[in-house]
């Protein structure tokens, strides 16, 4: 959420933004939101006023009575009755207003960083760098799911007739490789400095919307039935919703967070979500990271995070390039972010395995998380990044670490998490 001073000082700025993330439909909040705030800071001078006539009154009617002064008593009750009714009147409209003014101010996109690129949709995205030499084999690679079933790491029809399309079983070595690249992450991350959190995997609608937007809640937050909770998409929401309504002293930040969790993702509309595989389920595990910070260090730690990923996947020995993402392609609260997208041999393209993002004071704003300097008061900046999502992450190390007859030669960092195992290997038939 932007502050509402920008709207008021320059309106213009605001559309402009709006406009460079295409959503010109948008465009009319403004002008709505400046009609409401007009009517709300009138209502606001005159609620304020009645109660200072209030205070006076109170204050001749006890005069009054001192000297004994019938008639003006008797005037200033009167004017004493009808000032609390009067009151009343332009607090609910006033009230009503500004529940109409946050309703348009959450829809309205958080402003872009000046240096993201202008694009309508993801494929205007901007690749900054790659990293690792993409490799092409001169033998067929697997699909992982394929693979998966050939080394039984992997039971898709159980997990179908179980829970429904989008899930998976995980088993034996595959499932030690998913759990060896989570302990991997969360070790990485804890020698970086980040402290490891255990997070609920429910939050509340307050900070759902604390900390997305109200497109991204319908498209992806599991609702509790009968309950005022939602299951959790990553464990950022509920690392951002533990800072909510707290108030810093400056030399506290910053926060640096970690955390695993289970993820749980609608993925409405989502491609392929009926055929077998990791790659876009609606359940997954992930290690994260945050960081809350002052505005002035976000974009350092903007940068750290972003290459914090990059090293992980150097150390799975997976080719990875880093993406800007476009103006078109940045969700409602995001100033800036880029993508971390692996490569797939089997594809030949990259496929993203995780995303960066700095809000700035966004979610901030909404969740109330502010900071003391020199006894001023500001919103603190949030940040974001996948440390490892291992769905996806399961697929990159399985496609380019295959070997000619299928086996998987395990990364060197993860040996150590599965007893020095060297590779995954095809089960011999009985």
Known sequence: MIDIKLIRENPDKVKENIKKKFQDYKVA????????????????????????QRNKVSKSIALYVKNNDLENLKIAKNEAKEIPEKIEIIEKRRLELESKINEIMFKIPNM???????????????????????K??????????????????????????NSGNGFYFLKGD????????????????????????????MIRSEVVEGVMS?????????????????????????????FKEKKFNAKELPYKYTAYSACFRKEVGAHGIEERGFYRVHQFEKQEMVVVCLPEESYDWYDKMLNYTVEIFKGLNVPVRKLECCSGDLAD????????????????????VGSCTNMEQAQARRLKIKYELNGETDFAHTLNNTVIASPRALIAIM??????????????????????????NMKKDD
Not at 140 to 155: P, S, V
Not at 174 to 182: K, N, T, Y
Not at 191 to 200: A, D, N, Q, S
């Open 214 to 242: 109200f497109e991204e809640k319908d498209a992806m937050m599991y609702k509790i039935e009968n309950e005022d909770l939602y299951l959790i998409g990553t464990s950022e929401h509920s690392l951002i919703g533990m």
């Open 29 to 52: 909040l403004v002008d709505k939101v400046l009609e409401y705030d007009k009517e709300y800071r009138d209502l606001k001078y005159q609620e304020d006023d009645l109660r200072s």
């Open 399 to 424: 496609e380019n670490n295959q070997q000619k007859d299928g086996s998987i030669i395990i990364p060197k960092v993860l040996k150590k998490y599965m007893n020095n195992q060297e590779k995954i």
């Open 112 to 134: 872009i960083h000046e240096s993201v690129p202008i694009g309508k949709d993801d494929s205007d995205n901007v690749e900054l760098e790659k990293i690792g030499e993409p």
């Open 333 to 352: 609260l995001k100033a800036k972010s880029a993508d971390v997208e692996a490569w797939s041999p089997r594809q030949k393209k990259y496929f993203e």
């Open 174 to 201: 595959i499932a030690r490789l998913h759990s060896a690249i989570l302990s991997y992450a969360r070790d990485y991350m804890i020698e970086k400095g980040f402290e490891l959190i255990i997070t609920p995997y």
């Open 136 to 161: 092409v084999y001169d033998y067929e690679i697997f699909n992982h799911a394929e693979l998966a079933l050939k080394l039984n790491g992997a039971d898709f029809e159980t997990a179908r007739k």
